[in-house]
């Protein structure tokens, strides 16, 4: 069988050296790099080009999502996984927007994970039950892409990016370097998102990222 290139990014050192064992004892499998954030996770996904980047969702740097966006563009033979233990219905919807190959939880078995490496070079899709559960229904009456008008749902994805790095303390500038962007265009998203979640101040910015799952 060919090779498996993977990518592993997550900031958690203990556990990309566990998920790099747990690969590697799959003969197909080998892992290429590894990254602890999202700005390293680039440049080595990038540089390795792999058939699957396994990334953990909350981590320094870039966020997942817009490591991922940025990479889909240039590298349309890689497959992403998020494999997190965060599973809130915003950011299943972040990730579902971006057409991802899966989303596994980190309280999954090994072998799961493995089996999303395999799935996904096939091109199939792989969820853990929590996600799935998530995908088909929301208060098991609406399904999570159904139109919905509350506030979180008017911000685009960049503009939900800046909202966390915000609510994680980081500053306008620290922000537009974590995401490749100038000063000027981050303060354009931080003023375009709290005109349209109607907030005012940067700690109400913070209350409602938190409220909302998001940090």
């Known amino acids: 069988m060919k090779q498996i ?28 790099g590894t990254a602890s954030n999202g700005n390293a996770g680039l440049d080595v996904l990038l540089r390795e080009r792999p058939d699957v980047a ?9 966020s997942c999502f817009d490591v991922i966006s940025t990479a889909k563009n240039l590298l349309e033979n890689t497959r992403f996984l998020l494999l997190s233990g965060f599973f809130n219905d ?14 596994v939880t980190k309280d999954e078995p090994a072998h799961k994970v493995l089996e999303a490496v395999h799935l996904a070079v096939q091109g ?6 929590a996600i799935s559960e998530r995908l088909t229904t929301v208060d098991k009456s ?5 139109e919905v008008t509350v506030p979180l749902e008017t911000l685009s994805m960049r503009e939900k990016e800046v909202l966390i790095h915000l609510a994680r303390g980081a500053s306008i500038k620290e922000v537009a370097a974590m995401l490749n962007l100038s000063a000027k265009t981050v303060d354009n998203h931080t003023q375009r998102l709290m005109a349209k979640l109607d907030i005012h101040s940067r700690a109400d910015l913070v209350r409602f990222a938190i409220r909302e799952g998001l940090v």
Do not use: C, E
């Open 124 to 129: 199939k899709q792989i969820f853990s039950q």
């Open 90 to 103: 915003q950011y299943i919807q972040m990730a579902m927007k971006l057409k991802i190959a899966g989303y």
């Open 54 to 62: 396994l990334l953990d969702i909350q981590m320094p740097g870039r």
């Open 142 to 146: 609406k399904n999570l892409f159904a």
């Open 5 to 32: 290139r993977v990518v592993l990014v997550d900031d958690h050192q203990v556990l990309r050296d566990a998920m790099n064992l747990v690969l590697q004892t799959d003969p197909v499998v080998k892992v290429v």
